[in-house]
């Protein structure tokens, strides 16, 4: 998650008119030490002002780490997360996921069932971004509207905000890029993305959408 991504979503959640105790998901959270160390913008921005609002928020992931608190396969097509877990949340967030699942119907579908009626999903994904397997890349990179569309097919739904980020932060640009293939400590090519943020028009950009979920399919 960049760090503009994060600042926009903890933005564009403090207002939701969410209960005193609201029950919060984050989907493909990572583990702790990711959230807080490796990119600790997502706690700093996202982890804590919700929590400082008494907000319990459980995380999710496909595997079992420090941190997550429940593992879940958003991809299982036999049984939904609500199965499962028996509970449904006030806010759902998924962030810089669906690109990286072969089925994003069904991935949506389990998203959706942990909604409460009335409650929120946050998603965001790629617009433009290189490709990057988490194990797999799919390439996926909508529009706004793109993904309204997607998920109108298994639920009502009001967008709350949206908007494509474009990401100014020179840091992205100037990380060096290793091949698949070599050890880790080898640059490749030094900073070979770092013409994009000198050309402004072909900087990255991210699709965030905050939906509020009125009726499920």
């Given amino acids: 998650m960049f760090i503009e991504e994060s600042l926009w979503i903890r933005q564009a959640i403090h207002d939701l008119p969410l209960p005193d105790r609201a029950e919060i998901a984050d ?25 400082s609002r008494g907000f319990h928020i459980t995380s999710f992931d496909s595997k079992q780490e420090l941190g997550v608190d429940r593992i879940i396969d958003l991809c299982d097509e036999r049984r939904t997360p609500h199965d499962t877990i028996g509970k449904l949340f006030d806010l759902v967030l998924c962030a810089n996921m669906l690109e990286h699942v072969e089925n994003r119907q069904v991935a949506i579908r389990n998203l ?33 509207h793109d993904l309204h569309n ?33 050890l880790h400590n080898i640059p490749f090519f030094g900073y070979r993305q770092a013409w994009r943020w000198f050309l402004k028009p072909f900087r990255w950009k991210v699709t965030c959408l905050l939906l509020r979920i009125k009726r499920k399919t």
Avoid: C, W
């Fill in 150 to 182: 997607l998920i109108e097919q298994q639920a009502k739904s009001e967008i709350v905000i949206g908007a494509i980020l474009t990401i100014s932060d020179r840091q992205y640009y100037m990380m060096p890029v290793y091949p698949r293939k070599l």
């Fill in 112 to 144: 959706l069932s942990m909604i409460k009626s009335g409650g929120f999903l946050m998603v965001t994904v790629p617009r433009e971004y290189l490709y990057h397997e988490d194990p797999i890349d799919t390439m996926y990179r909508p529009t706004p």
């Fill in 27 to 51: 989907v493909g959270s990572s583990d702790l030490f990711f959230r807080t160390r490796i990119q600790p913008h997502i706690a700093q921005n996202i982890y804590s002002p919700l929590e």
